[in-house]
């Protein structure tokens, strides 16, 4: 099956591709032809990730899926939630959303954070949405290499590394977008049948 996963982002593409598995091929909205920024406009997770997804299937009429995650600090009120992305800056700066964070949580002893995905699928017309929760909390100063994000900041409940220091098996086992694309490849597989 061929459908759209409205994202560029070659990390979240192999993420995704790698939990969703065989008999399922990702293309991008690129190589269906749009190439224009997809709105996110939303107040809420759920709410882009319908836009995003609305979005692609109204411009090619093509099964598609989109997700929207967040970084909900308890410390801060559950921001920098659906703001995660450009948190600190008006585009992806990964750097950036990671040091207004620790500065933002400078002297708060209560670290304890979630990540939370939102996917929104367009099947034949009929919209669906799944969403996977990883428990976690901030940890002090950046460990690791891997991932991108707030992942080097980001210690799963249970674990003693941080997502960025997990290889991309080990996060997809445990993490908040692994959870959520597992309930969309069982969803899809199960109608697949």
Do not use: W
Request: proline share 3%; hydrophobic share 40%.
């Amino acid at each position: 099956m061929e459908i759209i996963f409205a994202t560029n982002n070659a990390h979240k593409l192999s993420e995704v591709q790698a939990v969703l598995g065989e008999g399922f091929r990702l293309v991008t909205p690129r190589d269906c032809g749009v190439t224009e920024e997809i709105p996110e406009t939303q107040a809420t997770l759920e709410g882009n990730a319908l836009q995003k997804a609305r979005y692609l299937y109204e411009r090619t009429g093509r099964d598609c899926f989109a997700d929207d995650t967040g970084l909900e600090v308890e410390a801060l009120g559950g921001a920098p939630g659906v703001h995660s992305a450009r948190y600190a800056t008006d585009g992806h700066d990964f750097a950036a959303n990671n040091r207004l964070l620790l500065k933002n949580l400078a002297g708060q002893q209560n670290r304890r954070a979630r990540f939370r995905t939102v996917i929104a699928l367009i099947l034949n017309g009929e919209e669906h949405l799944f969403e996977g929760i990883v428990e976690g909390r901030i940890i002090d100063t950046e460990r690791g290499a891997e991932g991108f994000g707030y992942d080097p900041l980001f210690q799963p409940e249970g674990s003693g590394s941080t997502f960025a220091e997990m290889d991309a098996a080990a996060k997809n086992a445990v993490s908040h977008r692994g959870r959520a694309v597992r309930k969309l490849a069982a969803y899809l597989h199960g109608i697949d049948k």
